[in-house]
């Protein structure tokens, strides 16, 4: 069974830095895009940053130039670092990864169980 996991969130004063990660573990053959999103209160979930297996990366205009997506493919893990944090940036931050288990001939889609960030003012 593949899992997702994210780790990272907290509270953090407006101006600071935060590393989430997600690891993805179980019966896997190979792992395509893996995407963050975030979910504030009474919003829509957005998407924030998206990353291939070939390592290229698009963000939400919201973001750019302040979160970065990275990924270690050998540990099936995916990074989102934030920097300048604002506080509309608080909201439940989700892993998103479009997967391929073993034994299997098509991907399937996976979501993390969030991490909450909290941006203070």
């Known amino acids: 069974q593949v899992q997702l996991v994210e780790s990272g969130g907290g509270l953090v004063q407006a101006g600071g830095s935060l590393r989430l990660s997600c690891t993805a573990s179980?019966?896997?053959?190979?792992?395509?895009?893996m995407d963050w999103y975030r979910q504030a209160p009474g919003k829509q979930r957005e998407l924030v940053a998206t990353?291939?297996?070939?390592?290229?990366?698009n963000y939400a205009d919201s973001v750019k130039g302040r979160f970065t997506v990275s990924r270690d493919n050998a540990k099936n893990t995916v990074y989102l670092q934030m920097n300048s944090l604002k506080p509309e940036d608080t909201a439940v931050y989700y892993c998103?990864?479009?997967?391929?288990?073993?034994?299997?001939?098509?991907?399937?889609?996976?979501w993390g169980q969030g991490t909450q960030v909290t941006v203070s003012s």
């Open positions: 990353i291939t297996s070939g390592g290229s990366t």
């Open positions: 998103y990864a479009d997967i391929r288990p073993l034994f299997r001939s098509i991907n399937y889609k996976y």
């Open positions: 179980g019966s896997i053959s190979s792992i395509n895009a």
